[in-house]
């Protein structure tokens, strides 16, 4: 239905189609009559079908009247408009007004009569459109039905019990990029894991919808969303896929129930979110529900079968001091089946801190967000302030694996600030190399890239060529400037 329609609309639209095509006859109010008599059978027609029949009552009356003598039908007309003057509330389409307005079109269209009801604001629509407008209005031709139909394939099957690499570059770098060679073929991103059918969004920043939808998932895949801090690289995608979830949420009318969002946000994310939500331009309590963070506090996000647990990081220091401010935090992801439970922790952007180490030692694979480096920092002698940099992912990994008994053995370090050149692969290659050195041989590090694929219950990776999952894969050396980062498997590699 369009604005403003009620189900009388299209009751009205069919009586004035059939007095448009001819006089008043006979058949024409035989016609009529059989309409009402169908529209009575017709199951679709619940709560207003009274009203239905008595306007359809009045109408083949008067139809009637008219047919006798144009005279008595015009004191019928005129009858009836007073009748329903006086009944009428005067001010809302939806009730009796909208009956006067057809009241008098049926008198402009059989005795001649003004309706000057059209000139007034109430103008209720009771002619058709035009074919060429209405047809922009029905449901197929609406881009959410076409949206929903494209992402209902079932592509969750490919990615559940998996994390989903969804990041290529951090903060602004992707843009410059395509701005330089004129592309739109660097992205940001974020992650995505999906436990048993319950999928996660991590740190959703710039590209990231693109992203999730080039791998053949949807905003209907994500139950949560996480923020570890307001970095565009980390919640520039928010608003994004906030709209476009309500949109599919909204339309989605297959659904038995709302598809709902919980958001899990550090405190400067939750209060952009805040607002939007309260100047009612987005994060509508319909499709989602919005936690505060606070690193270490219990605020946890908790389904039966994965429990997510924040620490706290450090990465954006107070003004003029040594000291970080406190929101900013990083993840473990416990999920949990019948048989085992597997952990990831995802490091986010944070410079290194012994307190890492815990939050890191239980884990199966870490998420660790490396960012540039620098010449003190790959020497080790200067750490960086804010992120963990070369000094830190090498102290991070050997620490762990010589402070406890159990250690991570995968580590992915994401967020490469690519913004001198492509340095991945020869960063991630250097540091395997020093850990080996040092007696530590069963680490496998990778370099993040978007699309790769860890399959979170056998801590396997899939082959970029040929898709199988395998647990020794070989990082092919991107030859072109920022070129994909392929993982094979030993059967592609050679
Ligand atoms: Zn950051
Ligand atoms: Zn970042
Ligand atoms: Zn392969």
Not at 119 to 142: G, M, N, W
Request: one cysteine or more.
């Amino acid at each position: 239905m369009q604005k403003n329609e009620t189900m009388l609309t299209p009751v009205y639209r069919y009586v004035f189609s059939v007095l448009d095509e001819s006089a008043v006859t006979e058949d024409r109010i035989r016609q009529m009559r059989v309409f009402k008599s169908h529209l009575r059978k017709s199951a679709c027609i619940l709560t207003e079908t009274k009203e239905i029949e008595s306007i359809l009552d009045c109408t083949i009356e008067l139809l009637e009247r008219f047919h006798e003598s144009e005279e008595i039908g015009q004191d019928f007309w005129n009858n009836k408009l007073k009748a329903l003057q006086c009944d009428s509330c005067q001010s809302c389409y939806h009730c009796k007004k909208c009956r006067i307005y057809y009241w008098k079109e049926l008198g402009e269209v059989l005795l001649q009569k003004t309706n000057d009801e059209k000139k007034s604001k109430t103008y209720f629509p009771v002619r058709s459109l035009p074919d060429e407008i209405q047809r922009h209005l029905e449901p197929s031709a609406s881009i959410s039905t076409l949206y929903l139909s494209r992402i209902k394939r079932d592509s969750i099957g490919v990615f559940r019990n998996k994390f989903l690499m969804l990041k290529g570059m951090s903060s602004s770098t992707p843009a410059m990029l395509n701005n330089i060679f004129d592309t739109n073929d660097y992205v940001g991103g974020g992650f995505y894991l999906n436990w048993n059918g319950y999928g996660v969004a991590i740190d959703p920043g710039y590209s990231f919808v693109h992203n999730l939808h080039h791998y053949g998932l949807s905003v209907l895949d994500v139950q949560a969303v996480i923020i570890t801090h307001e970095h565009i690289d980390h919640n520039n995608d928010m608003r994004l896929l906030d709209d476009l979830h309500f949109s599919a949420a909204r339309f989605d009318e297959e659904k038995e129930k709302t598809h709902i969002i919980d958001w899990y946000m550090d405190e400067i994310s939750y209060a952009m979110a805040s607002v939007l939500r309260t100047e009612r331009s987005g994060f509508k309590e319909e499709t989602c529900r919005l936690h505060r963070v606070m690193a270490g506090d219990s605020a946890e996000l908790k389904t039966n079968e994965l429990d997510v647990t924040f620490f706290p990081t450090k990465h954006i220091p107070k003004d003029g001091t040594y000291n970080y401010k406190e929101h900013t935090f990083g993840c473990s992801f416990c999920c949990k089946n019948k048989v085992q439970k597997k952990i990831i922790t995802y490091t986010s952007d944070t410079k290194y801190f012994n307190g890492l180490l815990e939050a890191v030692k239980e884990a199966d694979m870490v998420i660790a967000n490396i960012s540039g480096i620098y010449e003190d920092d790959y020497m080790q002698i200067k750490e960086k302030s804010t992120h963990l940099g070369y000094g830190g992912c090498y102290n991070l990994i050997r620490k762990c694996s010589e402070k406890y008994g159990r250690y991570p053995r995968f580590y992915f370090l994401s967020e490469f600030w690519n913004g001198k050149s492509d340095i991945r692969y020869d960063i991630v290659k250097c540091l395997k190399r020093e850990l080996e050195e040092q007696g530590i041989t069963d680490i496998r590090i990778i370099p993040s890239e978007t699309g790769m694929l860890y399959d979170i219950e056998d801590g396997s990776i899939q082959c970029s060529q040929c898709g199988q999952y395998t647990d020794e894969v070989i990082v092919k050396r991107p030859t072109g400037l920022n070129e994909k980062i392929e993982v094979l498997c030993r059967e592609c590699y050679f």
